[in-house]
């Protein structure tokens, strides 16, 4: 499912820019408004899918969005304006938030105890590996048969794919199948320990710890870089250094392709190291690749894009760690009982993140014509997302019931 959902929702994009320019003669900034737009919209979308989970569950809150996102796909193919281009960025954000990141990272929390970060990177490959492989096939597919078609093939994966693995196979807790955390069965092994209660902090209790307005800080910065980056590579590529879009778009894809090992890796560590500082090597990771881009291909002018594929190493692995470490870590600070509406309000600030990263970054290439200090910010301030990182303290926070 997240092959499709994160890799279509979250990487594909960027390949259709080219193509809408051409069309419609559409700045870059116009453009990356769209998808500040569209990143409001699955911010604040985030906390509401949260709550849908509580109150329906993941099965009926993800068929929705589903819909939605089959929807979105077909809108985009018609676009005409530079506003229905808007609005279909503000309600793809809402179908990309009920389908994609929040939802698998709540299922696996409340699956999986004793593996529970190798469950999440294993889980996690999906997104990785469609933004690995999406952007590259998308790229071809519109080169095939133009960008609208594109689209089409986009809204009939989704409908035929993804809707009936959700259908079939998703529910939101273990006990719907008579199976407790971690696959053991409630009525089988007699020998079982009784299973703990499912705990944690509710969201007035996690707001009033320091460690929510840490990570809430941290996940706004790694927003604002993170976006900028997958957004303006290929246009940086193709657009300031000249590179051939069909190369551009292998790096995009390869940095995504890195982030699955990222996430394999960190998935693996999360199970034996300490999830912040763990947390800040991925955020170190990250600032290296931007500040490797800004030296060598732009200070330095070394033209050959080959170099790109240091970035991809760096920044992918760094994204992948990410993906993984991040929601750990908010279990380990406050529980499984609510995790999903306090993840989705640590989610929100991907509206934030976006609006400043994308746009930004788009109204600076605009204005000097170049990405020169795009870069520079976005490494600053992911460096500082991995000092406060090693800030947060997990295990000074008591959940109800659980001994530490």
Not at 151 to 167: E, F, M, Q, S, Y
Not at 196 to 217: I, M, N, Q, Y
Not at 310 to 327: D, E, K, R
Request: charged letters at 10%; glycine letters at 12%.
């Amino acid at each position: 499912m997240l092959f499709f959902t994160g890799g279509v929702g979250l990487y594909v994009f960027p390949v259709f820019i080219a193509p809408l320019q051409r069309e419609f003669g559409w700045s870059m900034t116009q453009i990356s408004i769209s998808a500040a737009l569209f990143g409001v919209a699955m911010g604040l979308s985030n906390p509401l899918v949260g709550n849908l989970f509580g109150r329906f569950g993941a099965r009926k809150t993800m068929l929705a969005a589903a819909t939605v996102f089959v929807l979105t796909q077909l809108a985009y193919a018609g676009l005409q304006e530079l506003w229905m281009l808007y609005a279909v960025a503000l309600v793809s954000g809402f179908a990309v938030a009920g389908t994609a990141i929040l939802p698998a990272q709540t299922l696996v929390i409340n699956w999986f105890e004793r593996f529970r970060g190798r469950a999440m990177g294993l889980a996690m490959i999906g997104i990785g590996a469609g933004g690995f492989l999406l952007p590259s096939f998308y790229e071809f597919v519109i080169r095939l048969v133009g960008w609208r078609l594109a689209w089409v093939v986009a809204a009939a994966t989704i409908a035929g794919i993804v809707i009936p693995l959700i259908a079939t196979f998703v529910r939101t807790w273990p006990s719907e199948l008579g199976l407790l955390v971690d696959g053991a069965s409630a009525d089988s092994d007699a020998k079982q320990a009784p299973a703990p209660p499912v705990t944690g902090l509710s969201l007035k209790g996690a707001v009033a710890t320091s460690a929510f307005w840490l990570l809430l800080a941290i996940y706004l910065l790694q927003l604002i870089g993170v976006s900028a980056m997958n957004f303006h590579l290929v246009p940086f590529a193709t657009q300031e250094l000249r590179f051939d879009p069909q190369e551009a778009a292998f790096y995009y894809g390869l940095t995504v392709g890195f982030s699955i090992a990222g996430r394999l890796l960190f998935g693996w560590l999360a199970d034996r190291w300490p999830p912040a500082p763990l947390l800040a090597v991925s955020f170190a990771l990250l600032a290296l690749g931007v500040t490797l881009v800004e030296v060598l291909l732009l200070q330095l002018e070394i033209r050959d894009a080959r170099l790109l594929g240091l970035y991809a190493l760096s920044f992918g692995i760094g994204i992948g760690s990410n993906f993984v470490t991040m929601p750990v870590l908010v279990g380990r600070c406050f529980g499984q009982l609510y995790f999903s509406r306090i993840m989705g309000v640590l989610m929100s600030g991907f509206a934030a993140g976006i609006i400043i990263g994308i746009p930004g970054a788009g109204f600076v290439f605009d204005q000097t014509g170049s990405y020169e200090w795009v870069f520079i910010a976005c490494g600053s301030g992911l460096a500082l997302a991995m000092l406060l990182c090693l800030l947060v303290r997990p295990e000074g926070i008591a959940l109800p019931g659980e001994v530490r």
